[in-house]
């Protein structure tokens, strides 16, 4: 018990100095992103030995690029947040973004003043690591999930029978260019390989093309495509150009969630290329076929549901379902196809906003801000948090992300995107 207490202890004693010695109770932790996934027991230990500290207004939390020491729960009262640019924006206690901590990377993207007098509470950084409900190495079925009879036949399935799962297989031409570039073919060769689809070649070389690669001269070859783009980028692309047949099925109950999957996949793998192209701190083929394949999991799933009688074809259930499978799943698919440890990771993570496994930015991080960003304007913030808060934002280098900045991207990078996704799509 004394080391899970440990996540929550004060970054310095000069705080309880200044605690107003306001209370906190389990039912306040409760409300707050990740901590309400911690036990009662806990929840109640930490309520029992903590109190909130009160700040007068005008005071600076911290100030931006200055390194974190602990996450930060506003708890009442109203904090400005201004980037470097002097962008700001305000989260005030009570609202849908206060349930997050309004800091939890290694360093602050921000300079959080506080409007009015306010109360916090600081936590140690490490409860970032606490476990998600959607972010298991295994299926697990959570009480409020107990009726959901398509769940429970997956994993018993999934469970049960050595993960023999109805997984699709990559097309040809993305198997056998991979297995070539990995015994370093020339350039020629891999050429050879990308022509034998000529669907496949002439997709490559609309890619080259497109508004995500600034150039003047247009490739007129498959060659030229891939001279342009590089071997190990034409290799992911190749891939992502030939997995839109895996997101077919002919059971019309399943049809629309996987045409509406393939869809999302694709909006997210632009957003992941605009942002890898911007940062520059990971390769954007790379990170657009990471946001492709981050919710691979699903395909396997709804191939299951498509088989079961027609009385199992809940729409609710299925809904429910995904977000619980889709990760252990998808970790599975992307081990049999013989993926990178770090497209796995994606696959496994890239849903826990707070997941934060290395130092650098990885492609699960891009994949994880790329999906904030699509999630932005799309659905209820009541379980969003702040893209500026989150681990991930954090470790981005001369580049800072608002919701204002964050707006600007999705605006700018729309017509690169809306010309990318219609290569993908046909």
């Not at 796995?344 to 290395?358: G, T």
Request: negative net charge; glycine residues 4%; charged residues 20%.
């Amino acid at each position: 018990m004394n080391g899970i207490r440990a996540f929550f202890e004060k970054s310095q004693a000069k705080r309880k100095a200044q605690n107003g010695g306001k209370a906190i109770t389990p039912e306040m932790l409760k409300q707050l992103f990740p901590i309400r996934n911690l036990n009662e027991e806990i929840l109640q230990s930490f309520a029992t030995e903590n109190h909130v500290e009160t700040l007068a207004a005008d005071s600076v939390l911290f100030n931006v690029n200055q390194e974190a020491d602990c996450a930060i729960y506003l708890l009442s009262g109203t904090v400005i947040l201004a980037d470097h640019t002097g962008k700001s924006y305000e989260i005030t206690a009570g609202s849908a973004q206060s349930k997050f901590p309004i800091c939890s990377g290694v360093k602050h993207t921000a300079t959080a003043t506080a409007k009015t007098e306010i109360d916090i509470l600081r936590v140690s950084l490490k409860i970032m690591l606490t476990p998600s409900r959607l972010d298991h190495g295994h299926l697990e079925i959570s009480n409020e999930l107990s009726n959901n009879r398509l769940l429970a036949l997956f994993v018993e399935h999934f469970q049960n029978s050595d993960h023999e799962l109805e997984i699709p297989s990559l097309p040809e031409v993305a198997i056998n260019l991979r297995k070539a570039i990995q015994k370093d073919v020339s350039i020629d060769d891999a050429v050879k390989i990308i022509q034998l689809d000529p669907a496949i070649s002439a997709k490559l070389i609309e890619v080259a093309n497109c508004p995500l690669y600034v150039t003047m001269i247009r490739a007129k070859t498959c060659k030229e495509a891939v001279v342009r783009i590089g071997l190990n980028a034409t290799r992911n692309l190749v891939i992502a150009l030939s997995l839109k047949q895996i997101f077919k099925n002919k059971s019309p109950l399943i049809k629309n969630h996987l045409e509406n999957l393939w869809k999302q996949s694709l909006y997210l793998s632009g957003l992941c290329h605009v942002l890898a192209s911007q940062t520059q701190q990971q390769n954007p083929e790379s990170a657009l076929l990471a946001g492709l394949v981050c919710d691979i999991g699903v395909i396997p799933f709804l191939n299951f549901t498509a088989n079961l009688p027609v009385e199992y074809h809940n729409d609710a259930e299925i809904e429910q379902a995904i977000p619980i499978i889709k990760g252990p799943v998808g970790a599975v698919v992307l081990k049999e196809w013989d993926f990178a440890e770090e497209f796995i990771e994606v696959a496994k993570h890239s849903s826990n906003w707070y997941q934060n496994s290395d130092a650098e930015l990885t492609l699960t991080d891009i994949v994880v801000l790329s999906r904030l960003h699509a999630l932005i304007g799309k659905q209820s913030t009541a379980d969003l948090p702040a893209i500026s808060a989150i681990p991930a934002a954090s470790k981005l280098k001369n580049f800072s992300l608002s919701p204002e900045n964050t707006l600007a991207i999705l605006h700018d990078a729309k017509a690169k995107i809306h010309e990318a996704l219609s290569i993908f799509s046909t």
